[in-house]
């Protein structure tokens, strides 16, 4: 088994702020993908990467940048928080169909 | 394009009746759905994924069966518990030919005593 971890757990950040979350997986899966999970409208994909140094836009992407620099880790930067905003963030791999998550970053931005 | 729909964003039952969680896709491709679960303040895990036409899938004694005549897979269970309380996600994969996911909008399901 292996398993996904998501820093940091909880974040704050302030209107305006650059902030970066980080994702590592263990699994030695090739493909690793950033979501945006907001209340109601499930889960909407901002990157995704199928190898290292590897990047693709979601549909979500603007206001977003993600890097891949090793095959297990994943980051993805806010490039500059919105008000109000609040969303957890949800970090995923997969080597095939099934995809595997791991448990999350909410961010609240005051 | 891809698309999923949930219709329903909060169900609430009873210990022990049947449940059906409905689940219907539009896509050029072939289909291949996904039902996903999330317990509270727990990441997503797959909970079963779709078969050849017609023909159900099972786990954890959940069914789905893909219907492509009505582009529907529905997830069904005859007697729900309380730990089945969850966000239950319906997924596509898209058409684009790589492993991304198209989710629904995600239905509540809360279990009752």
């Known amino acids: 088994g292996g398993i996904i971890t998501q820093t940091p757990k909880f974040l704050i950040g302030q209107e305006g702020q650059k902030l970066t979350l980080k994702c590592q997986q263990n699994?030695?899966?090739?493909?690793m993908y950033w979501y945006r999970q907001d209340s109601g409208k499930g889960l909407r994909l901002i990157y995704y990467?199928?190898?290292?140094?590897?990047?693709q836009k979601g549909d979500l992407s603007e206001g977003y940048d993600a890097s891949r620099e090793k095959k297990s880790s994943f980051s993805l930067t806010v490039t500059s928080a919105q008000k109000n905003e609040m969303a957890v963030f949800l970090c995923?791999?997969?080597?095939?169909?099934?995809?595997?998550f791991g448990p999350g970053t909410r961010l609240t931005v005051l | 394009g891809d698309s999923v729909t949930q219709t329903e964003g909060l169900v609430t039952l009873t210990k022990g009746l049947p449940v059906m969680l409905n689940c219907t896709y539009q896509?050029?491709?072939?289909?291949?759905l996904f039902w996903y679960v999330q317990h509270l303040n727990e990441a997503p895990k797959l909970l079963l994924k779709?078969?050849?036409?017609?023909k159900r899938t099972e786990h954890q004694g959940f069914y789905a069966t893909l219907h492509k005549s009505s582009s529907s897979f529905h997830l069904q269970k005859s007697s729900v518990q309380l730990s089945d309380s969850a966000l239950y996600f319906c997924?596509?994969?898209?058409?684009?030919?790589?492993?991304?996911?198209?989710f629904g909008s995600g239905t509540q399901l809360t279990v009752m005593p």
């Open positions: 995923a791999s997969s080597m095939g169909e099934e995809q595997y």
């Open positions: 699994f030695n899966h090739d493909t």
């Open positions: 990467s199928i190898t290292e140094n590897d990047l």
């Open positions: 896509t050029t491709y072939s289909p291949f």
């Open positions: 779709s078969s050849t036409d017609n």
């Open positions: 997924a596509l994969r898209s058409s684009s030919g790589s492993w991304q996911l198209i």
